[in-house]
């Protein structure tokens, strides 16, 4: 009897000591694929990305003493707050005065501002649809004040004459902004990032799509940029403007938007500059990834439980059949 109940504690033990083993191994499995969708993939797919190199203008053979660059990403259309409070319900909660200030208590208020040089306007593109809005007015006199500023240090002025403050480097600025300044619609778009072909011919609407053609023409009048950063459409897109000024439409950076998320990487002087794109892990190779896992994951439980022929085991015997015959 002594006996019986040694040799069952004893296999109470083995079973215990099996199982445990068991769920470590799924434990380290599970930890181990989310370890890979939800950190490593990012690495391994961003690797390859550099930031461009800006070319340096040359004179007489002899390069020029090189320009401090400035090293940036672009990042556009995050849409971090969810369906109903970042998307479709954003263009009824348009801003006011309260969501503003917030805004600029969190993030830099200045719409303009110099680094290594290089001058930067941040435009408040919803400011711009001429509806006469209460902000309206205040964006269009704030943007006239920031094109004199800039005209001003284009050009040789005694000090004092462009205003307060330290002068702007004399740089044609970048402009940032949300959305894109006019266009018919993506139609001219290409790349892997732009927009599907079902939607390319669609024209796109004035102050919803894109800024009025008033405002984009006020915008290249006034501000006078060498380049222009924009959003809002989720695709990418690069547009001439005017006398050559060029558009880049960034795509969405979020997988609600595009399969395909990317940011872009810039190297920028104050005469020249050079754009890359980056790519995300494509949206369906993550999904695949944890659904193959979770594939093998039940296949291994089954296994477990007798319920299913060990692979190996299978493909043992079925080779040893071979074999013999």
């Known amino acids: 009897m002594a006996a019986f109940q040694f040799g069952f504690g004893r296999l109470n033990f083995h079973l215990l ?10 434990i ?3 930890c181990s694929v989310l370890l890979f969708c939800e950190f490593l993939i990012y690495y391994l797919v961003i690797l390859p990305c550099n930031w461009p190199e ?13 320009e401090p660059v400035l090293k940036a990403m672009f990042l556009a259309d995050t849409h971090l707050l969810g369906e109903v409070r970042g998307h479709w319900l954003d263009k009824l909660r348009r801003m006011n005065r309260y969501r503003i200030k917030r805004f600029e208590k969190v993030f830099n208020p200045e719409r303009l501002f110099s680094w290594k040089g290089i001058n930067f306007v941040m435009v408040n593109s919803v400011a711009l649809e001429g509806d006469g ?5 205040e964006a269009e006199a704030e943007l006239m004040d920031i094109s004199h500023k800039l005209n ?4 040789e002025q005694r000090p004092g004459q462009c205003g307060h403050g330290p002068p702007l480097p004399a740089s044609a600025p970048v402009l940032l902004q949300h959305f894109p300044l006019y266009r018919q619609s993506d139609a001219n778009c290409s790349g892997e990032d732009s927009a599907p072909p079902e939607e390319k011919g669609i024209p796109f609407k004035e102050r919803y799509d894109v ?7 006020k915008l290249l009048w006034w501000l006078r940029p060498r380049l222009i950063l924009s959003g809002h459409t989720h695709s990418g897109c690069e547009v001439l403007h ?13 997988w609600r938007n595009r399969n395909n998320p990317s940011f872009v990487m810039g190297s920028m002087t104050p005469t020249e500059y050079a754009l890359a794109k980056c790519y995300l892990p494509l949206e369906d190779t993550v999904l ?12 291994l439980m089954l296994v477990h439980l007798g319920l299913v022929a060990s692979p190996v085991l299978f493909g043992y015997k079925l080779l040893r059949k071979f074999k013999t015959v």
């Open 17 to 26: 000591k099996r199982r445990s083993f068991l769920l470590l191994k799924l």
């Open 28 to 30: 380290a499995f599970v």
């Open 54 to 66: 800006v070319k340096t203008p040359a004179h007489g053979g002899k390069q020029e003493t090189l």
């Open 133 to 137: 809005c209460n902000i309206c007015s």
């Open 152 to 155: 001003c240090s284009r050009e």
């Open 211 to 217: 800024l009025s053609r008033e405002a984009s023409q």
């Open 242 to 254: 005017g006398a050559g000024v060029p558009e880049l439409s960034v795509p969405s950076f979020s």
């Open 288 to 299: 695949m990834t944890y659904c193959a896992a979770a594939g093998l994951l039940v296949v």
